[in-house]
């Protein structure tokens, strides 16, 4: 079945009227071909990773086809759907958020997940990854933008409230990836540039006073990040390698497999959240360079088919979604580069571990559902 | 498409205009961060490219010393006296446990783990270099120590049994002060060693043989390069250059007589230095009592090191090489060759010994040795070779008023007094010959004539060591050939340390006449016998009623005048230490002789009662067997 006869009969069974000529695929080429790049690229750098483990790689290889049906039923819901049910999935996320911090699983020293004994563990920030720009997209849809103050005020609340949740779980990481989600909805409806520059220039004159704020681990990798080798065994080591990993790798890279840093375990978390030193290590300048193009290809492809959404609610989802997935790769790499502290943000779809790709890949479902609402639209 | 939402009209248009630019911003924005992102991999991969594939390098490359195999030390029989063995240590790579304390308790149930090992380990662990180092926990654990450890493996993750070599003395105590030991490398030896080539080795040789001939026997480091993974495993060796074992040295001593020597000498605190006079090598060198060197390697604790450092009988002090003791009236045969060289005296002039000797003008009375003994006023006519076996001072006291000082002191400076003539021991003490020129600079005052009559029987400044005196031996038996004590014998390298043999040199001045006649003189000592009152050899009675071959020898008694400074003795010992020290010097056979030696007995009393024996047990036992075996 081709994706035209696919979106065809979807239509059909929506109960919609058939379009009169074939308008726009449900599952976008471009965007899939950039994703598909990304995931078949990730897969070959964790081969590396994993040296050579085929039942990891494995794992991952069907966890990443799990996230690309995820893709496909978020893509085929209908963006009135979302919108119905936006504020009833942020409400639901928030409460389980609170729930976390009450009765929470802890790991590593932190309390991320929920937990039915025997039967389901999750962390319910993923969920509020996609909840909070819905929930601010559907606040600010139909308000006159760009928002007043008061909307602004509003929709500042419902997302800065899970963001300040998951930070004291303790997540940062995640905490401001989902501000950043929510911010991102209003400041693609319209926030003056001005009100843009005073918030930005008030939180960097703020920023010292975050520091009490801190959790004491939080603030020894924001000393490591400035000065690695003020602990060279402990904080600073995961930076130091990196940096060793990708500074060693040249232009070229040391080629597949052949990177000692990764290979001989120097380059901690090298499957996971510091993979993307790996590539610099063994595939150079070069390798993350055609990664971070494909980067670019996909935030290009998913703001442009933003701009192609027939609703203000679609389109902020899908421009907010697919900013967020940049900032993901930006945040990752430069962590590792040692131009960010070290948070828990993995490097979108080529990362170790499913729960980030099934997350991401259903956003970019919901992007081509916003995306595709126009044949909902023409069919009127 | 127009929707109403309170008063405000929503424009459609207008905000899908308003949100493109807004997109195409954001866009904007990300290439900016992309562009952000390429500068920093610019800058680590381009511009700081060296720095980091060296700092990866680094990582994984690492250069191990191998540590040589120390040379080994035989006696002349092929006797092991300095060996390397196997030494088990616990390592405890900390990355690998879960739970340290816990650990160390489980471990403590297997083996035995002392507090101290247990913060020494903590001390150790705080100073790793990297991650996954093995940090030793104890340093010398026994084979069944091991052996349990092994079985009890699953029960001990992170603990690995670590193997090295070290030095050991079969003999311990026996060899202690002749071949020396080696110490575990301080800072103040850091300093002198050089770094590479002692980077891969914990112990270097502090005394004797070891100390000597440390560069020969410590051979040459060898390197390995290996790739090792962050945990510390080896995952392949890149290079290797080997490592070149230390030279085996085999010595003059001859560890049978070494353990006549210690045996004769018994409990008694003294020396013995024994040395074949046809090539000087060193036979034997006791010097008791004397410590087991094993114990400065498996590791001496505060208390035993101190008892040792500081006991009265110094048992880590060197007597043969570093005593220095008045040497008595073994002195008098140098004396007797000074005056027969400088035509002072012959074989034929008489004096009379009245027991006491005044110089001219002076009231002070210098007396015989027999004055108290004998009140019958002296031994009556003596001549040179009876002043020498019944040891008449009366008869060197005038003799050496007969020469000048410097005639008998540069004489002396040919047998080595006042100097090192060994080879191969660096630190002997030179002992004290004094000069006229030596007392004004050091004492500021002139040379009295009285200081040369106290020289002439081996009192006043003079001072000796044990092995100068068996070099003295040494030199009259071969009747005036110079041969320089030393404890090399062979080695299976060439010695850097060794420059080839010199040429033989002869003490000038006597004829060979004077050498014959003083060695008939000394065998008199010992053989002259049953010729009535005051005619036999003083060592007559202890020794030359019953020897089965000829034996020269001299005897002496050295007051002691001071006590060793930074001592301290009750009453009742003071006496025992400031008894006369017993000498004997001996040779034999004596027409050609193949052993000579000195023995000294600390606070013994009389040389002939005391130490004489001692040298014919020695003797007898180096001798005997070869005599028998003709």
């Known amino acids: 079945m081709s994706g035209r006869d696919f979106v065809r009969s979807l239509s059909d069974r929506s109960g919609l009227a058939v379009p009169e000529r074939p308008s726009v695929a449900l599952i976008d080429p471009l965007l899939m071909a950039a994703i598909l790049a990304i995931i078949g690229y990730g897969l070959v750098v964790l081969y590396s990773a994993v040296e050579q483990d085929m039942a990891t790689l494995r794992a991952q290889a069907l966890r990443l086809s799990l996230a690309l049906v995820a893709m496909l039923v978020a893509a085929v819901i209908s963006p009135r759907l979302y919108l119905r049910w936006a504020p009833a999935l942020y409400v639901l996320g928030l409460a389980m958020l609170v729930g976390v911090l009450l009765f929470g699983v802890t790991a590593k020293g932190a309390q991320r997940w929920l937990e039915i004994p025997g039967v389901i563990r999750f ?14 997209a559907w606040y600010l849809h139909d308000r006159l933008l760009p928002p007043r103050l008061l909307h602004l005020c509003v929709a500042l609340a419902l997302t800065l409230v899970p963001a300040f949740l998951i930070v004291r779980q303790p997540d940062l990481g995640t905490g401001i990836l989902i501000a950043g989600a929510g911010l991102a909805v209003i400041v693609l409806a319209g926030l003056p540039w001005r009100l843009i520059g005073f918030a930005v220039l008030a939180l960097a004159l703020a920023a010292p006073g975050f520091w009490y704020l801190l959790e004491d681990y939080q603030r020894s990798r924001i000393v490591t990040l400035f000065d690695p080798e003020s602990d060279p065994l402990g904080a600073g080591w995961n930076i130091i390698q990196s940096k060793t990993a990708i500074g060693s790798g040249g232009v070229f890279g040391k080629g597949l497999l052949q990177g000692t840093q990764s290979q001989l375990d120097f380059l901690p978390e090298s499957q996971t959240d510091f993979i993307i030193a790996v590539i610099g290590e063994e595939l150079g300048l070069v390798g993350v360079l055609i990664l971070l193009l494909l980067y670019l290809v996909v935030v290009a492809r998913g ?28 945040v990752n790499i430069a ?16 990362s170790y571990g499913g729960t980030s790709a099934i997350t991401l890949l259903a956003g970019f479902g919901i992007v081509m559902a916003m995306h595709a609402e126009q044949n909902w639209h023409r069919g009127h | 498409m127009l929707s109403v939402r309170g008063d405000s009209l929503k424009d459609s248009d207008h905000e899908r205009q308003l949100y493109t630019v807004r997109a195409v911003a954001l866009f904007f924005f990300a290439v ?3 562009v952000v992102l390429l500068a920093r991999l610019v800058q680590l991969q381009v511009w700081e490219y060296e720095t980091y594939s060296v700092k990866s390098d680094e990582n994984r490359i690492q250069l191990q010393p191998i540590p040589p195999q120390r040379g080994l030390i035989f006696d002349r029989n092929g006797v092991l006296l300095a060996e390397n063995r196997p030494v088990f240590a616990v390592n405890v790579v900390a990355e690998r446990v879960t739970n340290l304390d816990g650990l160390l308790a489980e471990l403590g149930r297997v083996v035995t783990v002392s507090a101290d090992d247990i913060s020494a380990f903590y001390e150790r662990l705080g100073r790793k270099l990297r991650p996954y180092e093995p940090v030793p926990l104890l340093l010398d654990v026994s084979e069944g120590d091991v052996a349990r450890l092994s079985v009890n493996r699953h029960r001990l993750p992170g603990v690995e049994i670590g193997t090295r070599m070290v030095r050991h003395y079969p003999y311990g105590e026996l060899f202690s002060h002749a071949v020396g030991s080696v110490r575990r490398i301080t800072e103040e030896d850091l300093a002198v060693l050089d770094p590479a080539s002692y980077s891969a080795t914990a112990f270097v040789g502090k005394r004797g043989v070891e100390q000597f001939y440390e560069r020969s026997l410590h051979g040459e480091v060898g390197r390995e390069l290996v790739e090792i993974d962050a945990r510390g495993r080896i995952r392949q060796v890149l290079r290797t250059h080997p490592p070149t074992a230390g030279s085996n040295v085999t010595l003059q001593l001859d560890s049978r007589l070494q353990i006549a020597a210690h045996a004769a000498l018994g409990e008694r605190r003294g020396a013995i230095v024994a040395i074949d006079p046809r090539s000087g090598g060193l036979l034997a060198m006791v010097s008791n009592p004397s410590y087991d060197p094993n114990l400065f390697i498996s590791g001496i604790d505060t208390q035993q090191f101190r008892d040792l450092s500081t006991a009265r009988d110094t048992p880590l002090f060197n007597r043969a090489t570093h005593g220095q003791y008045a040497p008595g009236s073994t002195f008098k045969p140098i004396v007797a060759l000074a005056a027969l060289a400088s035509r002072a005296t012959s074989w034929g002039e008489t004096i009379e010994d009245k027991g ?24 009556g006519r003596v001549d040179l070779r009876r002043a020498i076996y019944r040891s008449s001072n009366v008869y060197f006291y005038d003799l050496s008023t007969r020469m000048e000082i410097e005639t008998l002191t540069g004489f002396a400076a040919s047998f080595g007094f006042g100097a090192n003539l060994a080879v191969d021991i660096a630190d002997a003490r030179p002992g004290l010959l004094p000069t006229p020129v030596w007392k004004q600079g050091y004492k500021g005052e002139t040379w009295f004539p009285g200081d040369t009559v106290n020289m002439s029987i081996g009192q006043g400044d003079l001072l000796v060591t044990p092995l100068q005196l068996a070099t003295v031996a040494s030199i009259i038996a071969s009747r005036g050939v110079k041969v320089r004590p030393r404890m090399l014998l062979s080695s299976d390298k060439p010695l850097d340390e060794f420059d080839g043999e010199a040429q033989a040199e002869y003490i000038g001045g006597p004829s060979h006449y004077d050498w014959e006649a003083l060695v008939d003189a000394m065998e008199d000592v010992v053989h002259r016998g049953n010729k009535g009152f005051q005619q036999s050899g003083t060592a007559f009675a202890y020794i030359g009623r019953d020897i089965g071959y000829r034996m020269a020898g001299k005897s002496g008694t050295a007051q002691v005048v001071e006590i060793r ?10 006496t025992e230490y400031q008894r006369k020290h017993a000498w004997f010097i001996a040779f034999a056979p004596a027409d050609a002789p193949r052993i000579a030696l000195s023995v000294l007995v600390e606070n013994g009393g009389g040389g002939s009662s005391v130490a004489a024996p001692v040298a014919k047990e020695v003797i007898d036992a180096y001798l005997l067997p070869r005599l028998a075996a003709r």
């Open chain 1, 123 to 136: 962390q319910p920030s993923e969920l509020m990854k996609l909840a909070v720009p819905l929930m601010v």
């Open chain 1, 335 to 350: 962590m590792v580069c040692g131009l960010l502290p070290v948070v828990g943000v993995p490097l979108p779809l080529v």
């Open chain 2, 356 to 379: 006491f000797f005044k110089l001219p003008g002076q009231e002070r009375i210098y007396r015989d040795w027999s004055w108290r003994k004998n009140d019958s006023g002296g031994q």
């Open chain 2, 565 to 574: 400074q930074g001592e301290e003795y009750s009453e009742e010992e003071l």
């Open chain 2, 32 to 34: 900016v961060g992309v």
């Open chain 1, 303 to 330: 703001l442009f088919m933003s701009t192609q959404a027939p609703s203000t609610f679609a389109r902020l989802v899908a421009g907010a979604l697919t900013l967020t997935f940049f900032v993901y790769a930006f």
